[in-house]
């Protein structure tokens, strides 16, 4: 369902590649991206699990409204994928049960 608009035919050039890591296995993105974004593009729409069934969720407004986007970025959790840059080495765990709420 997610193709990037090269894949759909309408010449758009191919930024730089940044590798980063989900879940400890590497991953090419473009500079750009947003970790959303670049999750699709490599095949994996489920960002998180809720907490009460289990379902996974995954991006749905891209736009920072929905929060079903929430991942793990460099060890702070909760971070929205669709409104966060890849940056080279950037480290992403999808998110599973329960949230932690630190005060």
Sequence with gaps: M??????????AA???????????????????????????AAGMPACRDTAVSGTPRGPFCMM???YDC???IDG?????????????GMAVVRQTGAREVSA
């Design 76 to 88: 702070r959790a909760n971070q929205q994928a669709c409104m966060t840059r890849v940056r080279e």
């Design 64 to 66: 920072g409204v929905c």
């Design 2 to 11: 997610f193709r990037r608009l090269e894949a759909a035919g309408t010449g």
């Design 14 to 40: 191919p930024g730089r590649t940044v590798r980063i890591s989900v879940d400890g296995g590497a991953i090419e993105c473009r500079e750009g991206d947003s970790v959303a974004a670049a999750l699709l």
């Design 70 to 72: 929430l991942v793990g």
